[in-house]
């Protein structure tokens, strides 16, 4: 009877184990140190044990020895995932010794499961797609990231890239990241609507507030968001804290060394909510995801979309219909605030990263080095991002809408990465929630940047132990 | 070969030996797991760095949120909806099509369908139906003359929850059917006409000869309905994420969450240990309920 019992227990577990399988998906490696000590004797013992072999594997590797690399990255879709495919032909062809096997992932996928399963083993790809900040930081400290500063050095990497490009993919000094391309924020505005309805293009946030109450007046959505998606809400929060509180204060808050909980800051949040009091943002927004949302856009039904340069490319898309019709513009400025309209939301926060454990460390460097290099100026023509690489493009070739958005830039005093990209762990979350609340209405301002000031001091004091 | 069998069967070496192989393998997949994220349960560790080891501070933790609280209660009034709104239509649906009707095979697999389609699917599916400006649902009350019903379905925090149970009561319906459906109809026909003999209309024979029959596939697809409430994910995860504001928050999305967008794998890891635990305990209370009811 009693066996029977244990039966039964074991059967009604079965069939509540799915879940566990979810919960244990890191498997057994317990400290994020081993991956990088076992490579360690793995290098130290080989060579000793088979010399021979190893000895073989150098001569062949001047004689074209196979060498196969794998390369994450998060560009599943047809039109940025051919750029990858032709550049990992392109250095196929130039190292016929080389096979690149790339896999794509789909991002939020990516950035939430795949890269973190993987890093807590150092199990990444050879070169892997990553962001700087404080997501790479993790993978930093846990040592399954290559350093690359002897290698930037032997190459003379440096004397490529744009200047201050660098920044989010540096940690004690030292470099991990290649910096695929750089973005910027602004308000991108649909000429067509704006003239139909006889509004002005907002400078200032009074304008942009008018401007809201005239296209709400008149039935039409005046502005994109999808609140769904916490880091929706933050694109345009975080601008006009870049707005309120100054770019340099901004960059200080968010690395720990300042507050977060400022007036300037409460101001943001105020804002933000003063926008969506007065009908900003679409019916329903707390329920519709980020790329529902823009789609309105796209299809010339609202007139304004605050987002980063990435809104560019659908803007110049044969596919939409808002083709020619958008004007680029910086967030409006705020009366009082310490920002200036040169300072922008954006900088070079997506990377190239090199595996640790990679067998192939500078095939690996001169791949990564390639492709951000290819990308940065591909992904530019197509009106993605900006370039991060000193790139020699054509202008003519260069998405139209793109172009304006670095013309604002041309005089750019200063940039404040998006909160999410800057913050770490819990703090990301508590980000998201503390915005949705400012839009659902149950989180006040000062909630919020006393909210945001106690998830930072916390996330800070648990990584700092 | 009948009293090998049962020779064999009496042989109690016989039996561990060929139960040990499928033993050792769910040992493998599915109680280790277990065990490891009890261990994981006990730790501060955000699945990269270094681990510390914590007691229980993470259970303190979690019976401390609120947020946790919610999730629970929101499960537990999906499992409500489940059992005491999915498995009655299901059992109407499998009465009536036991019972025969004309086109009995389509309607089977007509209601069958949703469960086949994954739940991803569904999810996009019901999303354009909830559409707060384009949805077939508010489109529909308008053309009905209603537009005093239209609500943003999934953006409000007072109907984001029942929209999202909807489709989620909705997507298993075929599923209990079935299962009461094949139940019904392997009660041998002349039981159910003895009782047309005794002069028993439809309704009578379906709720005093085949129900009372069919009580352990009752029992089974109350658990099912039970368990799959308790550790629902899929449809919400793309509904709504849990939002507006945590209005239809989960336990597993929430794991979900604290594992992937906070990496407190520690807490995520009690947070499962909890749901295991509640599924055994629900799993007992329906056993025993049932003990009762099928001794009466």
């Known amino acids: ?465 | 070969m009948g009293i090998g069998m049962e020779r064999a069967l009496k042989d109690k070496k016989a039996i561990c030996f060929f139960v040990l192989p499928a033993f050792i393998w769910f040992c493998l997949i599915a109680l280790l797991p277990v065990f490891q994220s009890a261990g994981y349960s006990l730790l501060d560790w955000d699945g990269i760095r270094e681990a510390k080891f914590i007691g229980l501070d993470n259970y303190i933790k979690m019976f401390g949120d609120p947020l946790f609280f919610k999730a629970i209660w929101n499960s537990v009034l999906l499992a409500a909806a489940s059992v005491f709104i999915q498995l009655p239509v299901s059992m109407v649906l499998a009465l009536v099509l036991a019972g025969g009707v004309r086109g009995e095979n389509f309607y089977r697999n007509a209601f069958f369908v949703p469960v086949i389609i994954s739940g991803t699917i569904i999810a996009h599916l019901w999303m354009k139906i909830y559409h707060p400006s384009y949805g077939l649902l508010n489109m529909g009350l308008e053309a009905l003359g209603l537009p005093f019903l239209e609500r943003e379905w999934l953006g409000d925090e007072k109907t984001a929850l029942v929209a999202c149970f909807v489709p989620m009561v909705w997507q298993y319906i075929g599923y209990h059917m079935l299962l009461f459906y094949s139940a019904a109809k392997s009660i041998s026909p002349e039981i159910i006409e003895a009782a047309q003999v005794d002069g028993a209309n439809r309704f009578q024979t379906a709720w005093r000869v085949i129900i009372p029959m069919i009580v352990p596939m009752i029992k089974a697809c109350v658990i099912f309905a039970i368990i799959g409430s308790l550790k629902s994910f899929d449809l919400i995860y793309i509904l709504t994420n849990g939002g507006p504001v945590h209005a239809s928050e989960v336990p597993s999305l929430l794991m979900y969450k604290k594992i992937f967008i906070s990496n407190e794998y520690g807490y995520a890891s009690a947070i499962a240990i909890f749901i295991i635990l509640e599924c055994l305990l629900f799993t007992f209370a329906v056993q025993k309920i049932f003990n009762r009811i099928q001794k009466d």
């Open chain 1, 1 to 465: 009877m009693k066996l029977k019992k244990l039966l039964g227990i074991i059967l009604a577990g079965s069939m509540v184990m799915s879940l566990a399988g979810c919960g244990s998906s890191g498997n057994d490696t317990g400290s994020g140190g081993e991956p990088a000590q076992e490579r360690e004797n793995a290098t130290e013992t080989e060579p000793a044990q088979e010399s021979e072999d190893a000895q073989e594997a150098e001569q062949s590797a001047d004689s074209g020895e196979e060498i196969n690399l794998t390369f994450w990255h998060i560009w599943p879709d047809a039109e940025m995932g051919a750029i990858v495919d032709n550049y990992v032909e392109l250095f196929e062809e130039e190292h016929p010794n080389v096979h690149i096997e790339s896999v794509a992932t789909q991002e939020v996928e990516y950035q939430n499961n795949k890269l973190k399963v993987a890093a807590a083993t150092g199990a990444q790809g050879d070169v892997f797609m990553c962001w700087g900040g404080g997501y790479a930081k993790a993978y930093v400290d846990a040592g399954v990231v290559l350093a690359l500063d002897d290698l930037m050095e032997k190459y003379g990497t440096k004397d490529e890239l744009l200047d201050g490009t660098l920044t989010y993919g540096t940690y004690d000094g030292k470099t991990y990241g290649l910096p695929l391309k750089q973005w910027a924020g602004a308000l991108f505005c649909n000429t067509e609507l704006f003239e139909e309805h006889n509004v002005k293009i907002p400078e200032t946030f009074d304008e942009l507030l008018e401007a809201v109450k005239t296209f709400r007046a008149a039935g039409v959505t005046p502005m994109v968001l999808g609140a769904k998606d916490g880091w929706h809400i933050g694109m345009i929060q975080n601008a006009l804290a870049v707005r309120t509180e100054g770019a340099e204060y901004m960059n200080k808050a968010l690395m720990g060394e300042e507050t977060l909980d400022t007036e300037g800051i409460v101001k943001s949040a105020e804002l933000l909510c003063e926008l969506n009091e007065a009908g900003a943002f679409p019916d329903g927004t707390m329920g519709l995801g980020s790329e529902e949302s823009q789609e309105e856009f796209y299809m010339g039904l609202v007139p304004m979309y605050y987002g980063g340069s990435w809104v560019s490319s659908g803007c110049d898309s044969e596919e939409n219909e808002i083709q020619g019709l958008v004007k680029a513009v910086p967030m409006p400025t705020v009366e009082g605030g310490k920002g200036g309209v040169n300072s922008f939301s954006g900088g070079a926060i997506d990377m190239m990263m090199i595996n640790v454990n990679t067998a192939h460390p500078e095939e690996a460097y001169e791949f990564a080095v390639g492709i951000t290099k290819y990308m940065s100026e591909e992904a530019y023509k197509i009106g993605d991002s900006l370039p991060a690489w000193k790139v020699d493009v054509d202008e003519s070739e260069v998405s139209p809408t793109l172009r304006q958005v670095e013309e604002l830039i041309k005089n750019a005093d200063g940039y404040v990465l998006a909160w999410d990209t800057f913050l770490e762990g819990a703090a990301i979350e508590a980000h998201y929630e503390l915005l949705q609340g400012l839009i659902a209405g149950t989180t006040s301002p000062e909630e919020f940047a006393a909210g945001m000031q106690a998830a930072q001091e916390e996330v800070k004091g648990s990584s700092a132990e």
